[in-house]
Structure formats: structure tokens, C-alpha cells
């Protein structure tokens, strides 16, 4: 069932995620990114962080208080300005959790902080049937975890993003969100919330375990969703049934972040981790397609990949198309029927405006004139890709070609039989 429209007014369109990049660079981009569909950019943490030029490093604080790493706070408010100027709002990446293990800091003595500010150092368990650990221990065994009870950690982690919407920012991506207090982490979103007027967006990094589920964070604000993300691993991977798509594993909540390949598991940035990391980098590419596709979810692209795959520009396109159709009035309930090969063809139909077709096989696939009629497809279809024109349920039913490794997004043309 598709989203009502007043939600989706209130959810990013796609979210475009400019990992590790400055901000000078980004703000250069940011109008192109609007032009595509994008309706936020994701940026990388702001705060000064572990030195060095490696992207990790940008995840382990060393000062809250202050802008730095990728861009000064000056270089911040050009690219929210512009990023405002294009219709395009910003989400800035923000580490709450704990901060940097680097020589420097062994002793626990950072800005504004104290030893006594922090968990005391222990291990996590994640297959202890509780999350006492997840949330109080140190992360990797190393990362100084934060006490929010701590009036110091309290009034740094506001002022933090406080400082980031005085510069412009339009909502923040919490990581390590699993790792803190539900109730710790509902009053930062809060707080976000009431300094913004209420025009903030969260998302919330929540990698599933043995211990802890999404549901204990989705009434927060929408978690990324590594649930959907491993099932389309599974299915794009070979031998994998793409038929398994028709209804997906997936977190039960319609705004969850959802991706086909994050920093996170793209084998090129983060080669040691464990979670819906695909054999193949090209089958992210053709889930993130399948992302781009559907109803729900709110779909994070790496910008990587937006400049380097015509497949992802489209789907972009697509999805914002699709949006403004549904907040006309427009049925674009998804719909996913039983066609093909289905291991390796998968037809996604968006009501009658749209559709979506993929094949993960190494030759391209035909769907017959019968295949693309058995539903709610009837007219005349644009191709986002080279703008050629498909005629859906005519006398002279036409065949489709999918090519290998690729897929296609087709828009009904408005106003045609």
C-alpha cells in the first residue's frame, strides 16, 4: 500500500549521500543534485574528528564544539545557502554515541569533557538477550562511549545541533544510533525538533542484531533499514530468486532509510563489514535501482554511484516523478506480478504510471506483449533512459528488451490513450 500523500510531503523524496566529501565540493554539486530529483543531501560528520584523511575517521569526535574536517562552518553555511537557493535541503551526519580512541585522547580529556562524562570501558555482547551492553559499553572495544545522564555530554550533544541548524542544516542522520538510549535518543530528535519550528527530518542508523530490533527505535524517527537491505542482497546475488521481491523482507515501517549498497556495505569503503555486503559491486547497483522503484521507503543513494550509473540518474527521475503523481491524486500503488523468469526478470508496476523492470542475468530478456498487459499498464510509456516510447495494450502489442545486468523505468505519458 502506498504512502498518503500528506506523509509523503513530509518525507525526503531520495536522499543523495555525499560519503566523506568536502564541503566546498559538495556545494558545487548540490544544484545538479536537485535537477536529478533529490530532494536532501546527506553530508559527511561536521564536528573536528580523529586526524588523518581516512573516512573512518570522521566518526570519532574530538570536539563537539567545534566545525572542522571537511569544510569550516563558514564553508557549511555556502553549501546550505546554495543547497536552499536549488530547492534541495541538507541532513547532516552527527556522532553522539562516543568519541575518538586516538593517542591524543587516551585519557579521556577532550573539550568540554571529563572522564567521569564517559561509560566506564567494558565490551559489547550482542548475543546476551539484552542491549545493557550495546548501549553503555565502548564501540569496537576502543570508541569512548558518552553518558547522556552526564549534564556536561547532555548540554554538548544540544549545542551541537544546535550549532548545525543555525548553519543551515535541515535534519541529522544519528549514528550509531543502536548504541544509545531509546529515551536518550528520542529527546535529541525532540530537541532537533523544537529548535527547527518542527521542519527537521532524523533518520537513525539501527543495524539490527540477536539483541536489538529496529522496533525499538521506529517510533523514534525512520531507521536504516538492513533488514530490506539483506534481502536484496540475497535475491541480486547468483542463484538468488528475484521473485523473492514480490513481497520483501523488510522493516515493517514505510519510512524506513532503505538502500541497495550504504558506506557502510560497499566493499570498496568498508571491505570488513558484516552486513548485506554483495559478492558483486554491480548487484548494489541493481538494488539500489529496485530502492529507487518503490512506494515506500525513503531511498538513500551514494553519490558514488549517482555519477557513474545512468541506471540510478533514471530511477531518480523516476521516483520523482512518481511522487508528484501520487500528490496530484494519482494511483501509484505498487505492484509486483508474477512474469518472466522469475529468478532473474522482476516487473515492478506503479499503478498505471509507471513501471519498473530489471534483469540481474548475464543475457538480455524479452517480456512479451501479454507479460506487460496483464496488469494496470495501458498506453503510451517513455523511457527515462533514451526516451523511447513503449505502447502498452494497443492492438499491436509491443515486446520489451531488457538488457543484461541493467533495467529500465518507463512513465506513462500524461494525457495519452
Same mark, same amino acid.
Given at each position: 500500500m502506498a504512502l498518503p500523500p500528506l506523509l509523503l510531503m513530509l518525507l525526503p523524496t531520495a536522499i543523495v549521500h555525499a560519503h566523506n566529501e568536502p564541503f566546498r565540493a559538495v556545494a558545487a554539486e548540490v544544484c545538479?543534485?536537485?535537477?536529478?530529483g533529490y530532494s536532501h543531501v546527506l553530508i559527511t560528520p561536521a564536528q573536528v574528528s580523529n586526524p588523518g584523511p581516512e573516512w573512518w575517521r570522521r566518526y570519532q569526535p574530538v570536539d563537539l564544539r567545534r566545525i572542522g574536517g571537511r569544510g569550516?562552518?563558514?564553508? /557549511?553555511?555556502?553549501?546550505?545557502?546554495? &543547497? $536552499?537557493?536549488?530547492? /534541495?535541503? %541538507?541532513?547532516?551526519?552527527? %556522532?553522539?554515541? $562516543?568519541?575518538?580512541s586516538d593517542a591524543a585522547h587516551r585519557s579521556l580529556q577532550f573539550p568540554g569533557l571529563t572522564p567521569a562524562d564517559f561509560h566506564p570501558r567494558c565490551t559489547i555482547n550482542y548475543n546476551d538477550g539484552n542491549t545493557i551492553s550495546e548501549r553503555r559499553c565502548w564501540l569496537n572495544g576502543d570508541l569512548p562511549d558518552l553518558d547522556p545522564s552526564r549534564?556536561? %555530554?547532555?548540554?554538548?550533544?544540544? &549545542?551541537?545541533?544546535?550549532?548545525? /541548524?543555525? /548553519?543551515?542544516v535541515d535534519g541529522f542522520r544519528f549514528d550509531a544510533a543502536k548504541h544509545i538510549e531509546p529515551a536518550?535518543?528520542?529527546?535529541? %530528535?525532540?530537541?532537533?525538533?523544537?529548535?527547527?519550528?518542527?521542519?527537521?527530518?532524523s533518520m537513525l542508523e539501527v543495524i539490527d542484531d540477536h539483541d536489538t530490533r529496529p522496533e525499538m527505535y521506529t517510533a523514534i524517527a525512520p531507521v536504516t533499514d538492513y533488514v530490506l537491505c539483506d534481502t536484496l542482497r540475497q535475491a541480486?546475488?547468483?542463484?538468488?530468486?528475484?521473485?523473492?521481491?514480490?513481497?520483501?523482507?523488510?522493516?515493517?515501517?514505510?519510512?524506513?532509510?532503505?538502500?541497495?549498497i550504504s558506506h557502510d556495505s560497499d566493499p570498496a569503503i568498508n571491505p570488513g563489514f558484516?552486513?548485506?555486503?554483495?559478492?558483486?559491486? $554491480?548487484?548494489?547497483?541493481?538494488?539500489?535501482?529496485?530502492v529507487l522503484a518503490r512506494a515506500d521507503g525513503t531511498p538513500l543513494v551514494l553519490a558514488a554511484d549517482h555519477r557513474?550509473?545512468?541506471?540510478?540518474? &533514471?530511477?531518480?527521475?523516476?521516483?520523482?516523478?512518481l511522487q508528484a503523481r501520487s500528490r496530484a491524486g494519482a494511483d501509484t500503488r505498487e505492484w509486483v506480478p508474477a512474469i518472466g523468469d522469475p529468478q532473474t526478470l522482476l516487473l515492478m508496476e506503479r499503478g498505471g504510471e509507471g513501471f519498473f523492470v530489471v534483469n540481474k542475468a548475464a543475457t538480455p530478456l524479452t517480456l512479451s506483449a501479454a507479460e506487460l498487459a496483464g496488469g494496470q499498464l495501458r498506453g503510451r510509456y517513455r523511457n527515462l533512459r533514451d526516451g523511447r516510447l513503449l505502447l502498452i495494450g494497443g492492438r499491436d502489442?509491443?515486446?520489451?528488451?531488457?538488457?543484461?545486468?541493467?533495467?529500465l523505468y518507463f512513465l506513462r505519458q500524461q494525457g495519452a490513450p
Amino acid at each position: 500500500m502506498a504512502l498518503p500523500p500528506l506523509l509523503l510531503m513530509l518525507l525526503p523524496t531520495a536522499i543523495v549521500h555525499a560519503h566523506n566529501e568536502p564541503f566546498r565540493a559538495v556545494a558545487a554539486e548540490v544544484c545538479g543534485f536537485a535537477r536529478d530529483g533529490y530532494s536532501h543531501v546527506l553530508i559527511t560528520p561536521a564536528q573536528v574528528s580523529n586526524p588523518g584523511p581516512e573516512w573512518w575517521r570522521r566518526y570519532q569526535p574530538v570536539d563537539l564544539r567545534r566545525i572542522g574536517g571537511r569544510g569550516s562552518a563558514a564553508d /557549511l553555511q555556502a553549501l546550505t545557502r546554495r &543547497a $536552499h537557493g536549488c530547492g /534541495l535541503r %541538507v541532513i547532516a551526519d552527527v %556522532v553522539l554515541n $562516543h568519541m575518538s580512541s586516538d593517542a591524543a585522547h587516551r585519557s579521556l580529556q577532550f573539550p568540554g569533557l571529563t572522564p567521569a562524562d564517559f561509560h566506564p570501558r567494558c565490551t559489547i555482547n550482542y548475543n546476551d538477550g539484552n542491549t545493557i551492553s550495546e548501549r553503555r559499553c565502548w564501540l569496537n572495544g576502543d570508541l569512548p562511549d558518552l553518558d547522556p545522564s552526564r549534564p556536561a %555530554v547532555a548540554r554538548l550533544q544540544r &549545542a551541537q545541533l544546535q550549532q548545525l /541548524l543555525a /548553519l543551515g542544516v535541515d535534519g541529522f542522520r544519528f549514528d550509531a544510533a543502536k548504541h544509545i538510549e531509546p529515551a536518550d535518543l528520542a529527546g535529541l %530528535v525532540a530537541h532537533g525538533q523544537r529548535l527547527s519550528g518542527g521542519r527537521s527530518f532524523s533518520m537513525l542508523e539501527v543495524i539490527d542484531d540477536h539483541d536489538t530490533r529496529p522496533e525499538m527505535y521506529t517510533a523514534i524517527a525512520p531507521v536504516t533499514d538492513y533488514v530490506l537491505c539483506d534481502t536484496l542482497r540475497q535475491a541480486f546475488a547468483y542463484g538468488g530468486q528475484l521473485s523473492s521481491l514480490r513481497l520483501p523482507r523488510a522493516i515493517a515501517d514505510r519510512r524506513s532509510v532503505t538502500f541497495g549498497i550504504s558506506h557502510d556495505s560497499d566493499p570498496a569503503i568498508n571491505p570488513g563489514f558484516g552486513r548485506c555486503q554483495p559478492s558483486d559491486r $554491480h548487484d548494489g547497483v541493481l538494488a539500489t535501482a529496485y530502492v529507487l522503484a518503490r512506494a515506500d521507503g525513503t531511498p538513500l543513494v551514494l553519490a558514488a554511484d549517482h555519477r557513474r550509473s545512468p541506471l540510478v540518474r &533514471a530511477g531518480v527521475r523516476f521516483r520523482a516523478n512518481l511522487q508528484a503523481r501520487s500528490r496530484a491524486g494519482a494511483d501509484t500503488r505498487e505492484w509486483v506480478p508474477a512474469i518472466g523468469d522469475p529468478q532473474t526478470l522482476l516487473l515492478m508496476e506503479r499503478g498505471g504510471e509507471g513501471f519498473f523492470v530489471v534483469n540481474k542475468a548475464a543475457t538480455p530478456l524479452t517480456l512479451s506483449a501479454a507479460e506487460l498487459a496483464g496488469g494496470q499498464l495501458r498506453g503510451r510509456y517513455r523511457n527515462l533512459r533514451d526516451g523511447r516510447l513503449l505502447l502498452i495494450g494497443g492492438r499491436d502489442g509491443q515486446t520489451l528488451t531488457v538488457p543484461a545486468r541493467d533495467g529500465l523505468y518507463f512513465l506513462r505519458q500524461q494525457g495519452a490513450p
